[in-house]
């Protein structure tokens, strides 16, 4: 096991109306004006926007909101976000919703804490902002884990960019998790949440370092669980069980603790950022779309990791180390398809693409050619462009 520190200070409140904890949260760590941003109009149909709304004016806490976060949250509207909160002088920042609900959220504490800054800046890494508002999260889709994580990915519309920023300061100070907030999730939202989950173990999970035994045994259960109750969860929204399961693995998965001690890898999530980027798909399709390609262009560099796995996760014993990492790769990309995620490119709903797209893609992924990705196996340009291509049907 490498060294590592490990710090997730944020409180959670999990259950049944723990919503309803959102105003004595934000005055329990120093808020006092609150920006509240959402998504789409799903918060507002369910009564949730009012409901929060309700217990900030009955605490006497002052707050304006933003609405409008997209799928693969746009620089734009955090930009926005940033000008609004400032004017309003917000010293708390609540995100209501799913991952790019939350960090939306995070952008703008950064932004508006840094006035005058364009956030994006520090998104591109030209920048560490060194202070943040305070931010907190009532979660309604298990999914992203950004509910208790140090990341934040945002979108350049212009550029077709998605970077993620890992910092410390995108720790929020609480999250407040009900999973029957998750009950009118569409069913895509599940899949690509319950994809979303389990990615963000196995990429922490793929690594070269050896003898560490018990983050492997966390990240395993947690993958087990997320594939017994994700089946369970898409079938029935109304699960409560099953969604809890879902909602706690989430942030389990995404804060930190199933990649304690190891090397982390994250190619696969670099691959599907260029997706969203570039065709505006939904961040866990994307990913469900890569895993396979990736996990077939990797697995020869340590058979032996995947065939663990295969065990481990999908109960797989076969005669060798390399039949039973191939098996273990099918058993996922079949999990995939039986919950209805996305495998391939025609599947995801972009077609298929010709050579110069590919090209694109492998050229935006590695900054132009001033980067490789990952470490279970370090991808040039030329292995980038044969994982798109195996996707590529």
Same mark, same amino acid.
């Given at each position: 096991?490498?060294n ?5 200070p944020?409180?959670v ?5 723990a919503?309803?904890? &959102?105003?004595?949260e934000i ?32 605490a ?6 933003l ?10 509207? @955090?930009r926005? +976000?940033?000008?609004?909160a400032? $004017?309003? +002088?917000? %010293?708390?920042?609540?995100g ?6 939350? =960090?939306? @959220?995070?952008?703008? &504490?950064?932004?508006?804490a840094?006035f005058?800054?364009d956030?994006w ?20 889709i298990?999914a ?16 077709? &960019? ?7 300061l995108?720790?929020?100070r609480?999250a ?5 907030l998750?009950?009118t999730?569409?069913?895509f ?6 994809? =979303?989950?389990?990615?963000?173990t196995? %990429? ?5 370092t ?14 087990? %669980? ?9 079938? =029935? ?13 989430g942030s389990l ?11 982390? $890898? ?6 599907g ?10 961040h866990?399709a ?10 077939q262009?990797v697995y ?17 014993e076969? +005669?060798s ?29 972009? +077609? ?8 694109e ?5 590695t ?10 196996k370090?991808?040039d340009?030329? $292995? ?10």
């Amino acid at each position: 096991m490498l060294n590592f520190s490990f710090y997730s200070p944020t409180k959670v409140i999990f259950g049944k109306g723990a919503e309803l904890s &959102a105003a004595d949260e934000i005055r329990n760590f120093g808020g006092s004006r609150v920006m509240v941003v959402y998504g789409g109009g799903s918060v507002v149909r369910s009564g949730l926007l009012d409901r929060i709304g309700k217990e900030l004016d009955q605490a006497g806490l002052p707050y304006l909101t933003l609405g409008g976060v997209r799928p693969n949250p746009r620089v734009k509207l @955090a930009r926005e +976000g940033v000008q609004k909160a400032y $004017d309003f +002088g917000a %010293d708390f920042i609540l995100g209501v919703g799913g991952g790019s609900v939350i =960090d939306t @959220a995070k952008a703008i &504490a950064i932004g508006a804490a840094n006035f005058g800054t364009d956030i994006w800046r520090f998104w591109l890494k030209e920048l560490v902002p060194q202070k943040a508002l305070p931010v907190g999260a009532v979660l309604t889709i298990p999914a992203a884990g950004s509910e208790t994580s140090n990341s934040a990915v945002l979108t350049n519309e212009d550029t077709q &960019a998605k970077r993620g920023l890992n910092i410390a300061l995108n720790r929020p100070r609480f999250a407040l998790m009900n999973p029957e907030l998750s009950y009118t999730l569409p069913d895509f939202q599940v899949i690509c949440g319950v994809v =979303d989950i389990m990615m963000h173990t196995l %990429d922490r999970y793929f690594t070269t370092t050896e003898g560490n035994e018990l983050t492997d045994g966390i990240a395993e259960a947690l993958l087990r %669980d997320v594939i017994r109750n994700g089946a369970v969860a898409v079938r =029935d929204h109304h699960n409560y069980a099953a969604m809890s399961e879902l909602m706690w693995c989430g942030s389990l998965s995404h804060n930190g603790l199933t990649g304690l001690g190891r090397v982390n $890898d994250f190619s696969v999530h670099q691959l599907g950022h260029e997706l969203s980027g570039h065709f505006d798909v939904t961040h866990g399709a994307s990913l469900s779309t890569m895993w396979g390609p990736w996990a077939q262009n990797v697995y020869a560099a340590k058979p032996e990791r995947f065939a663990h796995y295969a065990k481990a996760v999908w109960d797989v014993e076969t +005669g060798s180390a390399e039949e039973s990492a191939k098996a273990g790769i099918e058993r996922t990309v079949n999990y995939f398809r039986s919950i209805g995620a996305p495998t391939s490119f025609s599947e995801l709903g972009i +077609g298929v693409r010709d050579d110069k797209t590919l090209q694109e893609l492998t050229d935006s992924c590695t900054f132009r050619g001033k980067r490789t990705i990952g470490q279970f196996k370090m991808l040039d340009a030329g $292995d980038i462009h044969s994982i798109y291509k195996l996707a590529n049907h």
